[in-house]
């Protein structure tokens, strides 16, 4: 999914079919996460994380999602015990094209459909070429296994990622790390950890190799020193 072209099939829709604030709202902050982790298929977000960067209530935000799925913005399934649920944003520039190779016009049409229903409820002016290049899709949107599972409130990583953590670093070490980062993500905020850690995974990774390097440097002391050098962050 190319984010540009998205937000700019994103706006023409809104055009044709008004949203609320609340909406809106909802709808960048999902984008913005989406794009963070380079547009998945699918991927799952806590709603206490959803609320705190929204400003919304989770009542307001539940309205807000149910206007987007309703809408054809968003598709959403709710999670299983204690997981996260599972949202997917509709590619709104591949669903105008799917649109317009259904229909096959003689002439570029004026409007496309630009939902995922059977019945076209809307149609937006948007101007189209002959054929969608490839690049749209980057490379992780084709690959199911990039889907993420939620561990704690904040820290996301894919089957195969905690398979790899637990075979490196035992699974004791492995709950334990994955703990310490989701409570210092709790500590400096969603969008804070966004923007400083971009893999859950070589984060971890990269707090198991400072500690080791740290327990080599002092092999007497049982404890790990997790002081932090000037300059450092945890």
Do not use: W
Not at 56 to 62: A, D, H, I, K, P
Not at 83 to 91: E, F, M, N, S, T
Not at 149 to 165: A, M, N, P, Q, S
């Amino acid at each position: 999914m190319d984010y540009l072209k998205q937000l700019n099939a994103y706006r023409r829709k809104r055009l044709a079919s008004p949203l609320s604030s609340n909406a809106i709202a909802l709808y960048a902050i999902l984008l913005e996460y989406a794009n963070d982790l380079y547009f998945p298929d699918r991927f799952t977000v806590a709603n206490s994380v959803i609320c705190g960067l929204s400003g919304l209530s989770l009542t307001r935000m539940q309205a807000a999602r149910k206007e987007l799925c309703e809408g054809g913005f968003l598709a959403y399934s709710k999670g299983g015990k204690n997981q996260c649920g599972i949202y997917h944003l509709v590619d709104l520039v591949q669903a105008g094209d799917s649109g317009k190779k259904a229909s096959k016009p003689d002439k570029v049409p004026d409007t496309v459909p630009v939902t995922l229903s059977d019945t076209v409820l809307d149609t937006v002016p948007v101007t189209l070429p002959d054929t969608v290049p490839d690049t749209l899709n980057k490379p992780n949107q084709s690959k199911p296994d990039q889907l993420k599972e939620c561990y704690g409130d904040f820290v996301t990583l894919t089957t195969d990622e905690r398979i790899k953590l637990r075979e490196r670093l035992g699974e004791p070490d492995t709950v334990r790390y994955i703990e310490r980062l989701n409570e210092y993500i709790g500590q400096i905020g969603q969008k804070a950890a966004n923007k400083r850690y971009r893999s859950h995974y070589h984060t971890i990774l990269s707090f198991y190799r400072r500690d080791s390097e740290k327990r080599h440097e002092q092999p007497n002391s049982p404890i790990p020193d997790y002081t932090a050098r000037k300059g450092e962050s945890l």
